[in-house]
């Protein structure tokens, strides 16, 4: 992070730009080159939005309303890294100074991702003029990603969520092949392909649900194994405003499970013809309902089995394999649509 004290003027800049706050985890915690955020806040700059970046920890509530510091974020090179992001001087400013507020700390979801969004709600109340959270604080706050798939009607494979581990048990049975998921957290991470055909690999599946539900304290969710993820890999949607913004495929190399592109499985575009494609009209006529303004969205076998959006990503790596500016576009929208009729 590299302060700047000569302020930049950005030709077209009118103070009709909405003022954009990235809120994120600490600075040097970020994947600065291939962080969406990051990316989707540098467009910003570039099209002379108003943007600041904040550490979810400055956030504060002191003298009967909630504070933050945020840096000014006045012009980003393009090789972007931790050193590429060239500040202005700090502001410590209540909430309501910004119009639009990106709260992207990633999951696990746990007191330190939901507490911080508490003092955020209350700031919301207390504002006379509350910004726009994008996406929705319900949506951050009260959402689970692996649960909002059930809720796209007929969309989701078959799918148990419960700590218990006899309900599990007599479900993964059913299937032979499941895969495990906790509820709060992204990215694969805790993702587990359990096999109940045998009665030892049976025993290995319900100690491996005992260990994630806490000894059966906390749901954890499980769904059939999809076999056509390792032939057809695993396609991934990214919406904006109820539009689909882009699409890439995530094509298994490494003959593993889950997928993991960082590991060394591909991306690589989407056929028109595939399947996945069929599904985004529906998936957007939910994110309209939803008011979700963000969202990535991935498609196995015509099934959709990850619903991305607390902290949705995967863009910078979608713009290579595609050849297009993403962040650009979905910036406009946000600019465009912010409090639009289309969300009223």
């Given at each position: 992070m590299r302060k700047s004290r000569d302020i930049l003027t950005i030709p077209g800049m009118s103070s009709q730009h909405e003022r954009f706050l990235w809120m994120t985890d600490p600075w040097p915690t970020l994947d600065h080159t291939r962080d969406t955020t990051l990316r989707l806040a540098e467009e910003a700059c570039n099209i002379g939005a108003a943007s600041w970046w904040s550490d979810v920890r400055t956030l504060r509530w002191r003298d009967g309303n909630a504070h933050l510091t945020a840096h000014r974020i006045e012009r980003v090179k393009?090789?972007?890294?931790?050193?590429?992001?060239?500040?202005?001087?700090?502001?410590?400013?209540?909430?309501?100074?910004?119009?639009?507020?990106?709260?992207?700390?990633?999951?696990?979801?746990?007191?330190?991702?939901?507490?911080?969004?508490?003092?955020?709600?209350?700031?919301?109340?207390?504002?006379?003029?509350?910004?726009?959270?994008?996406?929705?604080?319900?949506?951050?706050?009260?959402?689970?990603?692996?649960?909002?798939?059930?809720?796209?009607?007929?969309?989701?494979?078959?799918?148990?969520?419960?700590?218990?581990?006899?309900?599990?048990?007599?479900?993964?049975?059913?299937?032979?092949?499941?895969?495990?998921?906790?509820?709060?957290?992204?990215?694969?991470?805790?993702?587990?392909?359990?096999?109940?055909?045998?009665?030892?690999?049976?025993?290995?599946?319900?100690?491996?649900?005992?260990?994630?539900?806490?000894?059966?304290?906390?749901?954890?969710?499980?769904?059939?194994?999809?076999?056509?993820?390792?032939?057809?890999?695993?396609?991934?949607?990214?919406?904006?405003?109820?539009?689909?913004?882009?699409?890439?495929?995530?094509?298994?190399?490494?003959?593993?499970?889950?997928?993991?592109?960082?590991?060394?499985?591909?991306?690589?575009?989407?056929?028109?013809?595939?399947?996945?494609?069929?599904?985004?009209?529906?998936i957007a006529a939910h994110l309209k309902a939803r008011r979700i303004r963000l969202a990535a969205v991935d498609v196995i076998g015509g099934y959709v089995t990850d619903f991305n959006c607390l902290s949705p990503g995967l863009l910078v790596l979608m713009e290579d394999v595609l050849g297009r500016n993403l962040a650009r576009e979905a910036v406009e929208a946000l600019v465009t649509h912010t409090n639009d009729v289309v969300w009223q």
């Open positions: 393009r090789a972007r890294s931790s050193v590429t992001f060239y500040f202005g001087e700090q502001l410590i400013t209540q909430i309501d100074y910004f119009d639009v507020i990106h709260y992207r700390v990633d999951p696990p979801v746990d007191p330190v991702y939901t507490q911080p969004l508490q003092i955020l709600c209350c700031a919301m109340f207390q504002s006379k003029q509350p910004p726009e959270v994008a996406n929705p604080l319900q949506t951050l706050f009260a959402s689970s990603e692996k649960l909002e798939t059930l809720l796209l009607d007929g969309l989701a494979p078959p799918t148990i969520v419960s700590s218990n581990v006899a309900a599990l048990r007599r479900f993964g049975r059913c299937f032979g092949l499941t895969v495990l998921k906790p509820l709060n957290n992204i990215i694969g991470n805790g993702v587990r392909l359990l096999d109940w055909r045998t009665p030892g690999s049976s025993r290995r599946a319900a100690t491996a649900i005992r260990a994630l539900s806490r000894g059966q304290r906390t749901p954890v969710l499980l769904q059939q194994y999809l076999p056509s993820v390792m032939s057809d890999g695993e396609v991934r949607l990214w919406f904006v405003d109820g539009e689909l913004l882009g699409s890439v495929r995530k094509r298994a190399c490494r003959g593993k499970f889950p997928l993991n592109v960082s590991a060394g499985d591909k991306l690589e575009p989407v056929p028109c013809s595939s399947s996945a494609l069929k599904l985004a009209p529906c």
